[in-house]
């Protein structure tokens, strides 16, 4: 199965398919599916979730090093450290509860997705 979902070429997938020994019925349907056009291309697929994910993890990057700014100011300054200190605290935790909770949103979307295709691959859609 493992090849099926790691190939990245078509007709990789039909061949692995028959090696497997999928049904006629069954590789109809992943012709039809493959041969869907460029959005439901793997190499599409796999180039939109890569880029999602690059995203998120430079966005990461931007909001700790705009929170680390706070940390360099208690270096820089004298008197209020503890104020300063508390402050960037805030920020980093402001900054990673955010994310912390876009991940749940996307686990939880990604549960109901997998949750409702099992459900319509049961019924037979």
């Known amino acids: ?62 909001w700790t090093r705009q929170a680390g700014i706070g940390f360099a100011a208690i270096v820089m300054t004298k008197g209020k450290d503890i104020l300063r200190l508390m402050e960037a605290l805030g920020a980093l935790h402001r900054k990673y509860g955010l994310i912390y909770s876009v991940l749940w949103a996307a686990a939880v979307v990604s549960s109901v997705s997998l949750v409702l295709g099992r459900w319509h691959s049961w019924r037979g859609d």
């Open 1 to 62: 199965m493992a090849s099926l979902f790691l190939a990245r070429d078509p007709q990789r997938v039909i061949a692995a398919a028959q090696k497997a020994g999928a049904s006629e019925e069954q590789l109809g349907a992943l012709k039809e599916v493959l041969s869907g056009g460029f959005r439901s291309s793997p190499v599409t697929v796999s180039a939109i979730a890569m880029a999602l994910a690059s995203l998120l993890l430079f966005v990461v990057g931007l």
